[in-house]
């Protein structure tokens, strides 16, 4: 039996899993097995290879991404640019282990919000400075796209801002608007982001990496300006894809 498995705190309803148990069953690998290994603190995180002989790759989600790093014999460039690692590759060489990190989101990313670009898109605002805002800002620099973070942390970094400041005037520059917090997420559908929607444009782009519901508020009210939204399943297929991928190369 091969395992693959999520790393994460509280799990619940995983994507992850939800997306391998079916691809599995499709494909016919009847010798595959996604798990949920749920750890209350990152320590756990080499014991899992005791108790499962079997585990061939790994994915990791919050809030371990970072603390996960130490653990890794070695880590992608690219992941170790961005500082966050959402997949780990298991090489085995006889008895000897070896696991290596990568960042798919990069990928998912990328892959998800260049086909809805045009040439006047060339400034990004990003709401939210969590995890998640690692790897958008990284392919944001890789586009040549500057940002904009807007943040709820009592300390300002190096290009952020409170929403207070998120104005009429500074939405007409900043075409890009990316929703990186967990508002409007299910159950609570009814949040989202607190900027002036009214001064969204049919020449927007709203991109939501909340997936659950299919359309955020957010979304919602983009749309209702005219502006192209799309929400984060693409991104989670992608590096899913890019995971499996990693995996078995």
């Not at 890794?72 to 690219?78: F, Y």
């Not at 060489?93 to 086909?115: R, V």
């Not at 670009?117 to 400034?123: D, P, Q, S, V």
């Not at 502006?227 to 990693?246: D, F, P, S």
Request: charged share 25%.
């Amino acid at each position: 039996m091969k395992t693959f498995g999520l790393i994460g705190y509280r799990l619940g309803y995983s994507f992850s899993k939800g997306f391998f148990t079916e691809k599995f069953e499709k494909e016919s690998l009847q010798n595959h097995e996604y798990v949920n290994f749920e750890l209350d603190t990152i320590d756990e995180f080499p014991s899992i290879f005791e108790k499962n002989k079997n585990i061939a790759g790994l994915n990791c989600t919050i809030p371990y991404k970072q603390q996960i790093m130490p653990f890794l014999d070695e880590i992608d460039e690219e992941a170790a640019t961005v500082g966050a690692i959402n997949t780990v590759k298991v090489i085995r060489t006889g008895d000897q282990l070896k696991l290596k990190g990568f960042n798919t989101d990069i990928y998912g990313f990328e892959n998800s919000l260049k086909p809805m670009l045009n040439e006047k898109h060339k400034k990004a605002l990003i709401l939210g400075t969590g995890g998640a805002s690692k790897a958008i800002k990284h392919i944001l620099k890789k586009l040549g796209i500057t940002y904009l973070s807007a943040s709820i942390e009592e300390e300002l970094f190096e290009n952020e801002i409170r929403y207070q400041e998120i104005t009429d005037k500074l939405l007409q520059d900043y075409l890009i608007v990316i929703n990186a917090t967990p508002l409007g997420t299910f159950p609570k559908v009814g949040t989202c982001p607190d900027i002036p929607y009214h001064s969204i444009t049919g020449n927007h782009v709203l991109f939501d990496l909340v997936y659950n519901p299919e359309e955020t508020l957010f979304m919602k009210k983009g749309k209702e300006q005219g502006a192209k939204v799309k929400n984060g399943l693409e991104m989670l297929h992608l590096q899913a894809i890019k995971a499996w991928e990693i995996w078995n190369s």
